[in-house]
C-alpha cells in the first residue's frame, strides 16, 4: 500500500448519502452563537451547509414572534435554506437522560417537520461529554419511532458500532470537547473508527477551531463536519465559513487523491542517479 | 386555575373548562386561529409532556396543576 487510505474511491461519483438522502454538502453548521441573526445568514450563505443545526426551548409569546420577525434567526434561516439546499438538523442539546432526549426529539420533529435528529444526551456538565447508555437507550427508541438518528457521541469504537447496529443513519464522535476548538484530540481514536467502520458514515462533530483541523478530519476519511463556534466566533464568520468550506473540500479531495504513508526515513525525492561530482575523488564539492 | 407554564407556576382567574385554544390566546401565542401560527412552525406545545397537535387546541381541556410547555426554534449547535 502506497497510500494510507487503501481504497480509491471514485472521486466522480463523491456523493454524500445518508439514509437514502443526498446532502449537499460535507460542511455541516450551527446556527448558534453569531453576532446577529444577518450575519448567521451571511455565513450560512458562505458555507453553503449540508445540515444546520437548530434547537427548540421554552419560549414567550413574544419570544416566538421575535424568531419569525423579518429580522429574526428562523426568518433568515429558512431564506438560506431555500437558496442553499441545506437541510435543517434539530439537536437534543441540553438534555441529561434519555427520556428527556426522546421528548425533545419528538417535539423537534413536530416544530421543524423532519425526521432528522442530531441526539445529544450530555453526561458531564464540565466536559459536555455524551452519556454512552442513555445515549444508546434513546437512539433505540428514536431509531424505533422513523427517526433518522445521528448521534453526538465519544470516540469509543464499541459505542459507535453499538449506535450503528442499532440503526442510526451515521455517527458523530467528538474531536474535542464542544466549544474548545482543540481540533482532533485523539486522531488515532478517529483513525481507528475509519479503518473498523468503512462503511459507516462518520462525522467529526464538535471541537473543531480551525479550518486545517477540519481538513484533517476530511483527509482521515471522515465524510463531514459540524461545526459552529469557530465560525460565528470568528471577525468575520462568513470569511471563516466560507475557509472551512475550502478546508472540508480540499480534505475530501486529498483523501481521494491517496495521502502518502509516513515513513521514519528520510528519501530524496529529486534522482540521484546522473548527479555530477558526486562521489568524485579528489572533488570540491 | 393553578398551572405550571413553561416551569414558571401561573394563578390565571378562570375555573375549570379552560382549553388549551383559549389559553395560548390568553397568553398570546396565537390569535384567533391556532393553526395560522403552528403550522407555520412557530412553536409547539406539550401537556403534561405530551405533545397536542394543532387541530387539538380546542378540545383539549385544562385541569388544576397541568404542566404546560410551549417551545419555540431557537438556534443550535
Same mark, same amino acid.
Request: glycine share 10%; hydrophobic share 45%.
Given at each position: 500500500?502506497?497510500?494510507?487510505?487503501?481504497?480509491?474511491?471514485?472521486?466522480?461519483?463523491?456523493?454524500?448519502?445518508?439514509?437514502?438522502?443526498?446532502?449537499?454538502?460535507?460542511?455541516?453548521?450551527?446556527?448558534?452563537?453569531?453576532?446577529?441573526?444577518?450575519?448567521?445568514?451571511?455565513?450560512?450563505?458562505?458555507?453553503?451547509?449540508?445540515?444546520?443545526?437548530?434547537?427548540?426551548? &421554552?419560549?414567550?409569546?413574544?419570544?416566538?414572534?421575535?424568531?419569525?420577525?423579518?429580522?429574526?434567526?428562523?426568518?433568515?434561516?429558512?431564506?438560506?435554506?431555500?437558496?442553499?439546499?441545506?437541510?435543517?438538523?434539530?439537536?437534543?442539546?441540553?438534555?441529561?437522560?434519555?427520556?428527556?432526549?426522546?421528548?425533545?426529539?419528538?417535539?423537534?420533529?413536530?416544530?421543524?417537520?423532519?425526521?432528522?435528529?442530531?441526539?445529544?444526551?450530555?453526561?458531564?456538565?464540565?466536559?459536555?461529554?455524551?452519556?454512552?447508555?442513555?445515549?444508546?437507550?434513546?437512539? &433505540?427508541?428514536?431509531?424505533?419511532?422513523?427517526?433518522?438518528?445521528?448521534?453526538?457521541?465519544?470516540?469509543?469504537?464499541?459505542?459507535?458500532?453499538?449506535?450503528?447496529?442499532?440503526?442510526?443513519?451515521?455517527?458523530?464522535?467528538?474531536?474535542?470537547?464542544?466549544?474548545?476548538?482543540?481540533?482532533?484530540?485523539?486522531?488515532?481514536?478517529?483513525?481507528?473508527?475509519?479503518?473498523?467502520?468503512?462503511?459507516?458514515?462518520?462525522?467529526?462533530?464538535?471541537?473543531?477551531?480551525?479550518?486545517?483541523?477540519?481538513?484533517?478530519?476530511?483527509?482521515?476519511?471522515?465524510?463531514?463536519?459540524?461545526?459552529?463556534?469557530?465560525?460565528? &466566533?470568528?471577525?468575520?464568520?462568513?470569511?471563516?465559513?466560507?475557509?472551512?468550506?475550502?478546508?472540508?473540500?480540499?480534505? &475530501?479531495?486529498?483523501?481521494?487523491?491517496?495521502?502518502?504513508?509516513?515513513?521514519?526515513?528520510?528519501?530524496?525525492?529529486?534522482?540521484?542517479?546522473?548527479?555530477?561530482?558526486?562521489?568524485?575523488?579528489?572533488?570540491?564539492? | 386555575?393553578?398551572?405550571?407554564?413553561?416551569?414558571?407556576?401561573?394563578?390565571?382567574?378562570?375555573?375549570?373548562?379552560?382549553?388549551?385554544?383559549?389559553?395560548?390566546?390568553?397568553?398570546?401565542?396565537?390569535?384567533?386561529?391556532?393553526?395560522?401560527?403552528?403550522?407555520?412552525?412557530?412553536?409547539?406545545?406539550?401537556?403534561?409532556?405530551?405533545?397536542?397537535?394543532?387541530?387539538?387546541?380546542?378540545?383539549?381541556?385544562?385541569?388544576?396543576?397541568?404542566?404546560?410547555?410551549?417551545?419555540?426554534?431557537?438556534?443550535?449547535?
Amino acid at each position: 500500500m502506497t497510500t494510507e487510505n487503501n481504497v480509491a474511491p471514485d472521486a466522480g461519483a463523491d456523493v454524500l448519502q445518508i439514509a437514502g438522502e443526498t446532502i449537499s454538502s460535507r460542511l455541516w453548521l450551527g446556527s448558534s452563537l453569531y453576532p446577529s441573526p444577518q450575519v448567521m445568514g451571511e455565513a450560512i450563505a458562505a458555507a453553503s451547509p449540508g445540515f444546520v443545526t437548530v434547537s427548540l426551548r &421554552r419560549q414567550s409569546a413574544a419570544q416566538v414572534q421575535q424568531q419569525v420577525s423579518e429580522h429574526g434567526h428562523w426568518h433568515l434561516l429558512h431564506q438560506q435554506l431555500a437558496s442553499t439546499g441545506a437541510k435543517l438538523l434539530p439537536n437534543t442539546a441540553g438534555c441529561h437522560s434519555a427520556r428527556e432526549a426522546i421528548l425533545l426529539a419528538q417535539m423537534a420533529r413536530e416544530l421543524f417537520a423532519t425526521d432528522w435528529i442530531k441526539l445529544e444526551v450530555i453526561g458531564d456538565d464540565y466536559s459536555l461529554q455524551p452519556h454512552p447508555l442513555q445515549l444508546v437507550e434513546a437512539a &433505540r427508541e428514536l431509531v424505533a419511532q422513523g427517526f433518522n438518528v445521528l448521534p453526538y457521541c465519544t470516540d469509543d469504537l464499541v459505542l459507535c458500532q453499538t449506535l450503528l447496529e442499532l440503526g442510526c443513519a451515521a455517527v458523530m464522535p467528538w474531536g474535542a470537547p464542544i466549544g474548545t476548538g482543540k481540533g482532533l484530540l485523539n486522531p488515532y481514536q478517529l483513525k481507528t473508527l475509519r479503518a473498523r467502520l468503512p462503511q459507516a458514515v462518520l462525522v467529526v462533530d464538535a471541537g473543531l477551531g480551525k479550518p486545517s483541523q477540519a481538513m484533517a478530519a476530511l483527509e482521515m476519511g471522515f465524510d463531514a463536519v459540524l461545526l459552529n463556534t469557530a465560525v460565528a &466566533r470568528a471577525h468575520d464568520p462568513a470569511a471563516m465559513a466560507a475557509a472551512f468550506k475550502q478546508a472540508v473540500d480540499g480534505g &475530501r479531495a486529498a483523501y481521494h487523491a491517496g495521502l502518502m504513508c509516513e515513513r521514519d526515513q528520510a528519501s530524496p525525492s529529486t534522482p540521484t542517479l546522473g548527479l555530477p561530482f558526486w562521489h568524485q575523488s579528489g572533488g570540491t564539492v | 386555575m393553578r398551572l405550571m407554564i413553561n416551569g414558571e407556576p401561573c394563578d390565571l382567574p378562570v375555573g375549570a373548562g379552560l382549553s388549551l385554544q383559549q389559553l395560548l390566546q390568553q397568553l398570546g401565542y396565537v390569535q384567533t386561529r391556532p393553526e395560522d401560527a403552528a403550522v407555520r412552525g412557530n412553536f409547539i406545545v406539550a401537556v403534561n409532556q405530551q405533545i397536542v397537535s394543532v387541530a387539538l387546541y380546542a378540545t383539549t381541556g385544562l385541569n388544576e396543576d397541568d404542566c404546560i410547555d410551549i417551545l419555540g426554534a431557537m438556534t443550535g449547535g
